[in-house]
Antibody, heavy 117, light 107 residues
Framework: QVQLVQSGAEVKKPGASVKVSCKAS????????ITWVRQGPGQGLEWIGW????????KYAQKVQGRVTLTTDTSTSTAYMELRSLRSDDTALYYC??????????WGQGTLVTVSS | EVVMTQSPATLSVSPGERATLSCRAS??????LAWYQQKPGRAPRLLIY???TRATGIPARFSGSGSGTEFTLTISSLQSEDFAAYYC?????????FGQGTKVEIK
């Protein structure tokens, strides 16, 4: 069965960086892109970026453009999201989701990133 | 970017009743629209894609319709497990965007 397993919760200080991993299994990793979505406390879903596993092409939301980098490692079927210059409003649950060129379908369990001094 | 506007923000419905949720796009997204259900403390689940195609394992009481800028998710007879938040999502244009969500609560 398709599974996306994300890394554990992180607590970071403002200005620091965080890197969240997302390990995929149960399907051919190269055949699907990966989307990243976040959800602030009590808030709705916010699309933050997309990466083609096939060729590495990326798209980012303007709000995080310049601070976020999406990458993949096909040898381990793992996707990564790195967010730099963290600020308090980056506190959120971060999800990786399979797909995104078409409707994203399978979601990871989420990784809580807390930014606090 | 394409702004997705959902209405209402909260919908109070009795079990067994029909629920109708709306989603409007600020420009045409053809049929590239998905609906997700999210329960508290859980990751979202894909319900509908292509505006009207149910995802694998989704009960027939969930149906989607619309194209262009106006979309609807209908739950024909609400079950206890359907009380949750619902989000629409456009995947026609970059950046992708979500609606702000509709919470379906027990009346």
């Amino acid at each position: 069965q398709v599974q996306l397993v994300q890394s554990g919760a992180e607590v970071k200080k403002p200005g620091a960086s965080v890197k969240v991993s997302c390990k995929a299994s149960g399907y051919t990793f190269n055949s699907y892109s990966i989307t990243w979505v976040r959800q602030g406390p009590g808030q709705g879903l916010e699309w933050i970026g997309w990466i083609s596993v096939h060729n590495g092409n990326t798209k980012y939301a303007q709000k995080v453009q310049g601070r976020v980098t999406l990458t993949t490692d096909t040898s381990t079927s793992t996707a990564y999201m790195e967010l730099r210059s963290l600020r308090s409003d980056d506190t959120a649950l971060y999800y990786c989701v399979r797909g995104g060129g078409l409707a994203p379908d399978y979601w990871g369990q989420g990784t809580l990133v807390t930014v606090s001094s | 970017e394409v702004v997705m506007t959902q209405s209402p923000a909260t919908l109070s419905v009795s079990p067994g009743e029909r629920a109708t949720l709306s989603c409007r796009a600020s420009q045409s997204i053809t049929s590239n629209l998905a609906w997700y259900q999210q329960k508290p403390g859980r990751a979202p689940r894909l319900l509908i894609y292509g505006a009207s195609t149910r995802a694998t394992g989704i009960p027939a009481r969930f149906s989607g319709s619309g194209s262009g800028t106006e979309f609807t998710l209908t739950i024909s007879s609400l079950q206890s497990e359907d009380f949750a938040a619902y989000y629409c999502h456009q995947y026609n244009k970059w950046p992708r965007t979500f609606g702000q969500g509709t919470k379906v609560e027990i009346k």
